[in-house]
């Protein structure tokens, strides 16, 4: 009868496809997807439909596959998280092994792909950055340093150029520019969720900032990067890349994140403890919509460059 | 538990091979797709050539 049991109890758990699917890490892949298709559109070369679609589903896999294996490496330390407690490694609905094939057999799939249906340069690209990702930041930088985020941030910010390199099979200023933004963007946005996520890091031994450093840090730490952010964010409007919708969007959204950041720096532990971090949470909301907002009017200015109703600034 | 042409597990199991089988539906579909634009927008030009000579 016990045997019985344990078999059923051992059925309730089976994976279903949804819990393969969220190996991937879906909303991370959203962020890939939009800024991939923004670096792949804002190309001045044109690229068939189908191809551009087949090259942002590839970039996309790939993501997705460094995702997978991300959580092959990291089980132990998202089993400690409450964050990440419930991914399907340590939920016990996919094993450790199944992941590791999924992310290899997927990042072969993707790269390969990308190469035939683009071009070697974007694979290139794209091999690098699962590499990166999964070795440099994964492996390495994670439990090693607090420059974890700053360093690995830059696995999130190879999309666009990828997008940019799969449409001109080059890798021009204007695809080393979309990457900075992503890279710059990063430490706030990571950092902001780290300080309302309290004791996730310092339990699984992650070194944080928040833990290295301490929180006050953390907070100035956000500043700096806001201001250096938006120095870069509204400097890029004025090259070949901004156009008049950028402009106007930088302006408004690094003034809010600017706003934001301030904020995060003028609490202390006590003022956000009492509102349960409102204003982080905020921030790091904001931080989503900034990225998604900034990129989106990279886009639509060149559509209209390429429909001719602005000239470009270049 | 006895033998029957429906098992439990092709009930517990029909999402997952549902979802790899739409999914395996989808790579055919878009590598043939990728196939007929490459060969379409002359991308294949070079090894058409090798190939004739």
Redesign the interface.
């Known amino acids: 009868m016990s045997d019985a049991s344990d078999f059923n109890a051992s059925?309730e758990n089976?994976?279903?496809?949804?819990d393969?699917?969220a190996l991937l890490k879906p909303r991370v892949m959203a962020l890939v997807v939009f800024t991939a298709f923004v670096g792949l559109l804002a190309a001045p070369t044109p690229v068939?439909p189908?191809?551009g679609f087949?090259a942002i589903?590839f970039i996309a896999l790939g993501g997705g596959a460094s995702g997978a294996l991300n959580m092959w490496y990291d089980a132990d330390i998202d089993a400690v998280m409450k964050r990440t407690a419930r991914r399907p490694i340590p939920a016990g609905k996919v094993t450790k092994d199944e992941a590791f094939a999924i992310g290899i057999a997927l990042s072969a799939f993707a790269v390969i792909?990308l190469g035939?249906?683009t071009n070697w340069l974007a694979a290139g690209l794209l091999a690098f950055t699962i590499m990166f990702y999964v070795v440099i930041y994964t492996m390495w930088l994670k439990r090693w340093t607090p420059q974890n985020i700053v360093i690995g941030g830059a696995a999130g910010a190879f999309p666009p150029m990828i997008g940019w390199a799969a449409a001109t099979g080059t890798v021009s200023v204007e695809a080393i520019l979309m990457f900075c933004l992503t890279f710059m963007w990063t430490p706030p946005h990571f950092w902001a969720l780290a300080l309302f996520m309290r004791s996730d890091y310092d339990d699984a031994g992650v070194p944080m900032l928040t833990v290295t450093h301490g929180r006050a840090s953390t907070r100035k730490h956000i500043l700096v990067y806001s201001v250096l952010l938006a120095g870069l964010a509204i400097g890029t409007a004025f090259t070949s890349l901004g156009g008049p919708v950028y402009l106007t969007a930088a302006l408004i959204l690094n003034t809010l994140f600017l706003k934001g950041a301030v904020d995060i720096w003028r609490r202390d532990e006590d003022m956000s403890e009492a509102d349960n971090f409102k204003v982080e949470r905020s921030f790091f909301k904001l931080s989503l919509i900034y990225l998604f907002a900034l990129f989106g009017a990279l886009l639509i200015d060149a559509f209209l460059v390429r429909a001719g109703l602005v000239g470009g600034w270049t | 538990m006895s033998i029957v042409k429906e098992h439990e597990i092709h009930n517990r199991r029909k999402g997952r091979n549902v979802g790899v089988g739409l999914v395996l539906a989808a790579a055919i579909a878009l590598i043939f797709g990728l196939t007929v634009v490459k060969i379409g927008t002359g991308d294949f030009g070079g090894a058409v050539q090798d190939v004739q000579n």
């Open positions: 059925y089976e994976a279903q496809f949804g393969y699917f068939h189908f191809v087949c589903l792909f035939l249906a």
